[in-house]
């Protein structure tokens, strides 16, 4: 079915080509409104944090809130207090302004530093104020506080950091990306031997992430769309975008060389897709599938991963099977032969390349290298058990930005007000003994420094306010946060706030997590277990997956939470992880691991199955040996040349200014390199060659029988 879709493809190429265009210039003009339809997602709706929000949000809605933090210059001076009540004056007359707090005209003393190093002014915002109407009123208070006499006057709060994330987000990406992708088209060139056959790549990831940020804008046309979506949309695009068109060109030229000196075009493209095309469809239905597999979990953090990367999956196989081809049949005349090698020079024996190396070495010492392979492995996932994770907050924007000056400061300056408080809920009343045994054993807690009663609620509850030693998601805001609701034996409590969100977040997660990860997995293997027919393949590629991600997240940790290598990531180390960090590395390390496997098994499999007879000598594990050595030596620059192409791409992601981002980036680019390296180049053939012909194993076959061709 395949090879005559390809021969269709090439008979109708200028067709194809021009739906594409269509849908490609649709995505770049349409698809972008994605980014501002796209929101955070939230908790689920029956977590206690998010109720106790609500319910607190329906009876006063706080507005944004605007925070500076003054230095350089003696706040109790005379001269400086005078110039700053000034200032203050003159924002708290702005329209829109509902509140200053300061420690010259409301004399907030506390608000100065002990040493006397540095100042903070709060200032609270109309709630009834829109969100444009918030940040231009946000921006002329920042330009007044500015005009403060001081040296040094640095302004944030949640509103104006959260347009610092948008903008550095979108010039990490323009700079980034922008010079990733041009390194890309010149890495692709060089090694393919002309710019025509390495545009062919960049325009099919382009063309394909354009597309799906159609669909995904779409989408959200009619339901919430995460901004993870976009994130996934993106990495996903690209890559496998890249790794799909690469397998079609290089399987596109070694059939036009099997072809003799007058190649049929068509039937070459018919070949073409009847082999590569098959794996790319086997690899996207593997990832699409695996990502399918978080949608039964029902949680909306997993549920807006899952949406952006089937999107993106989607797309990216159709145009493997359709825009890939099209545009080789077009251009195939300026498609270098398959013995032109990089710079058009004449290509090095296939069985030189990195993959053929490492393979044949694997195969000489299998015990050794599986060993040594599987033991560096486990030894950078060891750091994995000591992951802390974190909520993101201003210290993840580049250092010296004026929002992350803000909160660090306060940390630093400030401990008294550092603090979020947590806000609980208690169903009893002002004066039930209950609700006053339950305040004094809140405050003999010791990681608890004050506790305030605030106005109850109409429904008969009482809202306490308790405030953590330390900062406001820290180790200690946390212990409350369980103790607290350890207290709630004798009378019903809520805890929410920022450290409670943080709570129940890791929670949902991690009782959701172990249950996406096995739906991913048995999705996957049973998409391999349908490509080779071998469940002891299937099973050996799942696990080798699993290690790599192990030790990706290893090395994260060690870099982001420890701090290696932290001058040369421009220190960015924080003590702790974003929360998403992990999942969003595990889908594009799963699926991007999966497309490798597939592409290098998948040709193993040709080769096992042309070799023909199993029988239990030393024929059998000679024919396994000769077929992964050629599957690999076949398939290995192709896998490897991807691998680079990739690892340019995520090295743009982690040159950006934002910690989460970085840490993505540099977790992908780790991923691919230890990936092609030491799990497919080393672990994979020492693995197979060890197990022999019993790798084609499946239930009902004895070696000697029937090959798996033939069974």
Known sequence: MLERWGRWVHRRRRIVLALWAVLVVAGAVLG??????????????DVESTQVDRRLDALDDDGEQVVAVLRGADPVDAEVAAGSSAVVEEVRALPGVLDVRDPW????????????????VEVDLDPALGEEEAMALA??????????????????????????????????????????????????????????????????????????????????????????????????????????????????????????????????????????????????????????????????????????????VTVVTAAGLSLAPALVAVAHRRVPPVDRGALGRPARPAGRSFLARTTRLAQARPWPVL????????????????????????????????ARTVVEVIQADHPDIATAPLEVLVDAPVGDPRLTVLTERTTALPDVEEVLLRDGLPDGWSHLTVLPHGPTSGPGAQRVVADVRALGRDVPVLVGGPAAELVDSRDALGSRVPLAVGAVVVAAGLLLLRLTGSPVVAAKALVLNLLSLSATLGVVVLVFQHGWGGPLL??????????????????????????????LVARIKEEWDRRGTVRPSLDGRAAND??????????????????????????GFAAGELVAVKEVGVGMTVAILLDV??????????AMTLLGQRNWWRPGWRPGSRTVAEA
Not at 254 to 266: F, I, L, T
């Open 570 to 599: 421009g220190g960015t180390a924080t003590g702790s992880l974003d929360l998403t960090t992990p999942l969003l590395l595990f889908m594009f390390v799963f699926g991007l691991s999966m497309d490798y496997h597939v592409f």
């Open 371 to 402: 060993l040594g392979s599987a033991g560096l492995l486990v030894a950078l996932a060891l750091p994995l058990l000591g992951l802390q994770l974190g909520a993101s907050d201003a210290r993840a924007l580049p250092p010296g930005s004026e």
């Open 105 to 120: 005209v409301t004399s907030a003393y506390e608000l100065v530093a002990e040493d006397r190093s540095s100042a903070v």
């Open 139 to 312: 921006d002329r208070v920042s330009a007044a506080l500015h005009r403060a006499p001081f040296p040094e006057v640095a302004v944030g709060g949640d509103l104006l950091a959260e347009r610092t994330f948008v903008d550095q987000a979108v010039q990490d990406a323009a700079r980034g990306e922008g010079v990733a992708l041009v390194v890309l088209l010149v890495l692709l060139a060089v090694a393919l031997g002309s710019l025509v056959a390495g545009l062919l790549p960049v325009g099919v990831a382009l063309g394909s992430v354009a597309v799906s940020l159609l669909v995904l804008a779409g989408l959200a046309g009619v339901a919430p769309v995460s901004d993870f979506a976009v994130n996934v949309v993106t990495v996903l695009g690209l890559g496998l975008a890249v790794d799909y068109c690469l397998l079609v060109l290089a399987r596109f030229r070694e059939e036009r060389a099997a072809a003799g000196r007058r190649p049929d075009a068509e039937a070459v493209l018919g070949r073409t897709l009847d082999t590569a095309g098959r794996t790319v469809l086997v690899s996207g239905l593997t990832v699409g599938a695996s990502l399918a597999a978080l949608l039964l979990l029902g949680d909306p953090l997993l549920t807006g991963m899952a949406v952006g990367g089937l999107a993106a």
């Open 32 to 45: 972008g409104s994605v980014f501002d339809r796209a929101s955070d997602v939230g908790l689920r709706a």
């Open 626 to 651: 000769r077929a992964v050595l050629a599957g690999i030596t076949a398939t290995g620059p192709v896998v490897t040349l991807a691998a680079l192409a990739i690892a340019v791409v995520f090295l």
């Open 677 to 686: 390296t030491v799990v497919r180049g080393l672990l994979l053939p020492a």
